[in-house]
């Protein structure tokens, strides 16, 4: 059943000051506010009731969370993303088209084009699904995000950032503002398999980088393959063992939408699509 | 040009032409009102508190005391009026408007409450506190024991047409629940009084068939038919799932609306519907089939099996359809058709295009297949050599004589796939080069279908429908209850009015249908609004021109009409159905002519397999399907284009989770229709092999459509791949599962 | 709480809660009924309409969040243009609506309020892979989107050429090599 609009409370920040402020008043009175972007997965669960949260932060006038810049050069450059930064932004970005070609390509398929104008990387990452079609990519790549709190900013590499199901070491005061990438060298792949072609949720979502791999919708959180990376760095090119050390690292389940067993199946395929042997 | 300016121009047809739609640029505007659009004064809103087990006692159903109820009005089953019956008016008196003792199924609705304020409502239902006493449920056809209604088709003799036969082809195939999902979700408006009388009751709704729904209030409220009216406001889409289930929906809606004395509105969310409205019936069919080496059909006997649901509602007359398809469009000197409809306690299944049809002619399509390939035959040639042909006998006995093109439409699908390819083994020559990873694999599939329009020979008798005219200054108005549901009704009925009558389109007035004005039509459904009540229509047309003396002009018909009405007063046609001389059926035998006349339809599938990830995409789709005449080519093209590609869905993508005997996958997000990059280029060809008796030469289009899709699309898929399917939808873990047997079996 | 909206143009005042969808906030606060809900999760585009030209699903925005942006809707294309038709005393209709009026682009009507404004916000003469992937996020159940391709290419000028081609495939674009 549709939460009642007139029982949600929603604070709108003018700027990222005063919105830290909002948040650590909220959190010490013990009444956190659940950071609202584009609101595309969040009226989701708002609209089917399944959504505990009461009281929202609205980002989205925030112009300081806009933007995609690259610092620096050659080993060291870095993409970095503004929060608010919608998947469309990521489709035009040029940058994005040249440096990492596979985050305009997952952000090409999150949703129809009117999720793609408002869905943000942020939100992608803040609400946290294992299905979420940006985070293989940004776990295949060095991402590191920036957490602002009123008392100073912390930088997360995003595989320390996830403790679990829908859950992270982001403290109820602080807000991720900027996702940095450093601008990765080798193969870029992504595959995302879907229940369709388009307006689906991912059964499995592979990112590749090199040896490197990331997966989305086969376990709790995003899954960075590093037994299979290490094995493959270690100059293995036994197809069988790299997809039987991916098996080990991945744990899908039977869903609504999909088997284990597909799962399972599919993203040791995808695999040998990425990595073939003996080469 | 040199014509004078003002002079009148020879009226061309309008039948066969692409005039504009009537109710088009309300449409395309957003102005018109669809349920949710409308508001009345005073009005509030309802919602129903349904049950959460499949099947058990009701123990008790409490309101929370610690609640505030005020401004609630609430209704159960000891709502219903002394006089009314507790009953939802349809084939048998088994499905309650409100549960009284127990529950049958899930989502079946207990209680209904109304608030003017919605958020208040929704908080109100979560407060209604209800304790079962559960009791064991049977959830699906293989454990189903309970027959709710069963036929028998026999044709021949079947021992002695086995004993004709070179070899026997056994074979079973399965189908599950198919959502309809229209895009607008059920919604009514109920509304005290009619015309000021307070006795009577008004509704407004989503629907397919006015007069059902006035026939379950005049029941549920025990009123004569004066003091009930039913309004079609415009309606988003139907394709059966707003044939029987309003009846269901208004019936609660008035019930609220009587005890609060308010207009009342319920309109169903998202999930709301997908869980608790009708599916299409899940289908068990086991073939066996006698055959000569050549392929000759000697003999089929065929089971066929039906998930009712927790109620009857349609599911005799599904059944019906199903088992008179079921051995698709092909001749056999014997045959035994054992239809049975059983009962278990999941909410109950009702219509959906196609009507079983589409359930019985996916097996005996993917059996053709099978067969073909036991005898090591050409798919093809298989059924060419079967196929019915004029001087033939279905089934049921029926000679066919006239309308029968199973072998052109065949012959025109090849041509047109052939052609196809020729124009694409250019461009896919060029992109070959782009290569890449493990090849996708291709494949082919053809079927063939056919579809009766309208109901059985018995059933339109019954029905006797009646539809007419008004004479007005302008032209004319029409008099029906058939509804537009996007599928164009209004266009196309007033198209063959001004033929009838030969005048301008532009003069032929048409409106939703309001049963305070509009004859009983019958249903909108089964492919028969145009072959049916266009034919009554026709005549109409033709009666009123004799009435007005005859005419060789539209001006001349406009200046009779108008000195008519001021000289003679208002004049009104209704003309009745008239059932053609040369049909025979027996409802008791099931022997006879099922149907005035068939539509024949041929689907080719072009599939591609993606062996990474075991997906099926249909890469391009072709559709021949004779309609007797298109009397508006480009409305019936989108017909067939939107039956296929709802055909499409169901082969590869729509699957209804059932999990406890309830829709587990019940969102947008999880049940999956086709988008736009799901779909191939539907390429539509129509054939046009008159039906006399239809208008024009039409027969149905509506259903035919959804027959074919799916048994080509599993037949392409073994092509390309290997493995036969023998359930939709093909799902990606239905092929891996598949291709795993096939290996497995070689090893 | 009180907004100021810009809608087709006009500037209107209301007074909802913040958090109330920007679908219901036009279509009970507004009377702008033209905007449809067809599953209030993000998935059919019913529900489309233009935010400062970009196509968004209106059942998943905040009022509040729209305060200083331009919302168009389905009503605002033809008003837009302002022109009337004499002929018949209406207001012009907008290319598309014409367009998908003469293809056979509506049947039920229910999806083609948010397909058209979905398909104002196209490039213009787009292709036809160009259509179907901005069409992606507005589900038709009635016409299987030929009628709708029609319309669209009719109204934005799409070239014959690239207008009959088959479908790629759409995961062909996912893959990407640097």
Known sequence: MRAAAETLEVLSPRTLKEALAMLRDAAAEGRPLTPLAGGTDLFVTLNAGTLQGRRFLDLWGLKELRGITKDGRGKQSALRFGALTTFTDCVRSSKVQKHLPILAAAASEVGGLQIQNRGTLGGNLGNASPAADSLPVLAVADTTLILASSDGERAIALGDFYTGYRASVRRPDELIVAIEVVVPKGRQVFRKVGTRAAQAISKVVMAAIGHRTAWGSVAPTVVRAHKLEAYLDGGGRDLAAAQQLLGDEIHPIDDIRSTAAYRLRVAKNLLAEVIPANR | MGRRKGKERALQPSVGTNVPRTEGREKVTGEAKYIDDLTFPGMIHGRTVRSTIPRGKILSVTLDPAFDWSGFTVVDHRDVPPGGQNVVQMITDDQPFLAVDRVNHQEEPILLLAHADRSRLDAGCARVKITYAPEAPVLDLAHATHVLKQLTIEKGDLAAGFADADVIVEGTYQTGHQEQLYLEPNGAIALPGVDGDPAGITVYGSLQCPYYVVRALMRLFGLPIEKVRVVQSTTGGGFGGKEEYPSLLCGHAALLARKANRPVKMIYDRMEDLVATTKRHPSLVRHRTGVKRDGTITAIEIDLRLDGGAYLTLSPVVLSRASIHATGPYRTPHARIHGRAYLTHTPPNGAFRGFGAPQSQFAAELHMDKIAGELGLDPVALRRKNLLRPGDTTATGQLLEESVSAEEVLDRALARHEAALQRNNKSLRRSKAAGGSKARLHGTGLSMFFHGSGFTGGGEVKLASRAGLVLTRDGVEILVASTEIGQGTRTMLAQIVADALAIPYEWVATSDPDTARDPDSGPTVASRTCMIIGRILQRAGERLKEALGGYDSPKEFRRRARAHLDEKGPLTIIETYEKPGEIRWSDETYRGDAYGAYAWGCNIADVEVDPVTYEARCTRFTAVIDIGKAIHPLLAEGQIEGGTLQGIGWALYEDVVMKDGRMANGTLTNYIIPTTLDTPEIDVEIVENPYRHGPFGAKGVGECPIDGPPAAIVAAIRQACGVSLDRVPATPERIMIALDALEGGRR | ?178
Request: net charge positive; charged share 25%.
């Open chain 3, 1 to 178: 709480m009180k907004l100021a909206l810009t809608v087709n143009g006009k500037k209107r005042k209301v007074d909802v809660p913040p958090m109330k969808r920007l679908l219901d906030t036009l279509r009970e606060d507004l009377g702008l009924t033209g905007t449809k809900e067809g599953c209030g999760e993000g998935e059919c585009g019913a529900c489309t309409v233009l935010i400062d030209g970009e196509a968004v699903n209106s059942c998943l925005v905040p009022t509040l969040q729209v305060a200083r942006a331009e919302v168009v809707t389905i009503e605002g294309l033809a008003a837009s243009r302002g022109k009337r038709d004499n002929r018949v005393n209406r207001v012009k209709l907008h290319k598309l609506q014409s367009a998908f009026l003469e293809c056979g682009g509506a049947q039920c009507g229910i999806c083609t309020p948010g397909m058209i404004v979905a398909a104002a916000a196209l490039p213009k003469a787009p292709s036809r892979e160009e259509i179907r992937v901005g069409l992606a996020g507005n589900l038709c159940r009635c016409t299987g989107y030929m009628k709708i391709y029609d319309a669209v290419e009719s109204a934005l000028g799409s070239h014959k050429k690239s207008a009959k081609r088959a479908p790629r495939n759409p995961k062909a674009r996912a893959k990407v090599k640097a």
